[in-house]
T-cell receptor, first 115, second 113 residues
Framework: GAVVSQHPSRVICKSGTSVKIECRSLDFQATTMFWYRQFPKKSLMLMATSNEGSKATYEQGVEKDKFLINHASLTLSTLTVTSAHPEDSSFYIC???????????FGPGTRLTVL | GQQLNQSPQSMFIQEGEDVSMNCTSSSIFNTWLWYKQDPGEGPVLLIALYKAGELTSNGRLTAQFGITRKDSFLNISASIPSDVGIYFCAGQLGGGSNYKLTFGKGTLLTVNP
């Protein structure tokens, strides 16, 4: 099946710094990518929908200035957590939709810990 | 917004037993999906259902898309230790640009050898 990668797999940063997470579709082109957030023992909550070449669409309650999303190419979307705080600590997962198929493929996730 | 109710929240079973879990929704979906997530990993698709009433199998897994389009169940037969993990249902409206997934809260499965 299609492969989606995320980098880094885990990151620890100090409060106030910004962290960039990359999501790449390795063997297909993804016109749409999705960013999710997952707290321990909780479900995946959609944060935003990222469309190549256009602005991301954020879900209600998600601060777009806090979570910057850039989908610059058909294989790469980035999520930047700006001025991170301990409450931003979470598991961030991306998925990518192969435009030829009606299926989303998930990345392995990025564990963010903000001290 | 749409919400999915997934049950049970957790299950503890013996190896070899069958398992059943289900999801219900307050509104309809056009696609139902079942995923498995291992600790520290992203979800992996198990079964996708595209048509109301559809019954689909994938090895020991069987899932059905409810006729009302507001529910789905997943059965696992003859469970084995590697079935351990969190199982999520997800609904999708689809069509046009609406490919967002709404996830259930998950079912934590523990299999005792």
């Amino acid at each position: 099946g299609a492969v989606v990668s995320q980098h880094p797999s885990r990151v620890i940063c100090k409060s106030g710094t910004s962290v960039k997470i990359e999501c790449r579709s390795l063997d297909f082109q993804a016109t749409t990518m999705f960013w999710y957030r997952q707290f321990p023992k909780k479900s995946l909550m959609l944060m935003a929908t990222s469309n190549e070449g256009s602005k991301a669409t954020y879900e209600q309650g998600v601060e777009k200035d806090k979570f910057l999303i850039n989908h610059a190419s058909l294989t790469l979307s980035t999520l930047t957590v700006t001025s991170a705080h301990p409450e931003d600590s979470s598991f961030y997962i991306c998925s990518a939709r192969d435009f030829r198929e009606d299926e989303q493929f998930f990345g392995p996730g990025t564990r963010l810990t903000v001290l | 917004g749409q919400q999915l109710n997934q049950s049970p929240q957790s299950m503890f079973i013996q190896e070899g037993e069958d398992v059943s879990m289900n999801c219900t929704s307050s509104s309809i979906f056009n696609t139902w999906l079942w995923y498995k997530q291992d600790p520290g990993e992203g979800p992996v698709l198990l079964i996708a259902l595209y048509k109301a009433g559809e019954l689909t199998s994938n090895g020991r897994l069987t899932a059905q898309f409810g006729i009302t389009r507001k529910d789905s169940f997943l059965n696992i037969s003859a469970s084995i230790p590697s079935d351990v993990g969190i199982y999520f249902c997800a609904g999708q409206l689809g069509g046009g640009s609406n490919y967002k997934l709404t996830f259930g809260k998950g079912t934590l499965l523990t299999v005792n050898p």
